[in-house]
C-alpha cells in the first residue's frame, strides 16, 4: 500500500490542499528530473505509516509559481505544512531515516496536543 498521491495543478490547487489538510506533506518535482522519480516511491511508503499527513505532488514545470511561493531553488524538495506553517523542508539529498525521526517527533507532539 502505498500513500494516495493528489496531483496539484495550479497555485489555487495548492492553496486549497493547504486549507483543507491541517497535516500536509508538498512533493515539488520536475518530470526530467531522475533523482525525483526515484525518491518519490520511498516517500510514499514513509508516509504511508502516517495516515494522518495528506501527500500532495506538484510538477514545478506546470505550477511555476512554486518555486517562488516556497522559495524553491532545486527540486526534488518535500515540505511538511501544519497549519499553513512549514515544520519540515528536505531538498534532494534527503536522508529518509532523519526524515522518519522528524516526522515521528511532530506527529508525537500533534497527537498530544
Do not use: W
Not at 512549514?86 to 532523519?98: A, G, P, T
Amino acid at each position: 500500500m502505498m500513500k494516495k498521491l493528489n496531483e496539484l495543478t495550479s497555485l489555487e490547487m495548492v492553496e486549497e490542499f493547504l486549507e483543507n489538510h491541517k497535516l500536509s506533506f508538498l512533493y515539488v518535482s520536475r518530470p526530467e528530473c531522475s533523482v525525483c522519480h526515484a525518491i518519490l516511491p520511498k516517500l510514499r511508503e514513509l508516509l504511508d505509516h502516517y495516515p494522518l499527513i495528506h501527500l500532495g505532488h506538484i510538477d514545478a514545470n506546470k505550477v511555476e509559481e512554486v518555486a517562488e511561493k516556497f522559495l524553491i531553488f532545486t527540486v526534488p524538495i518535500m515540505l511538511l505544512i501544519i497549519d499553513r506553517k512549514e515544520y519540515i523542508r528536505e531538498d534532494r539529498f534527503v536522508r529518509f531515516d532523519q526524515l522518519k525521526n522528524k516526522l515521528e517527533q511532530i506527529m508525537e507532539h500533534y497527537e498530544i496536543s
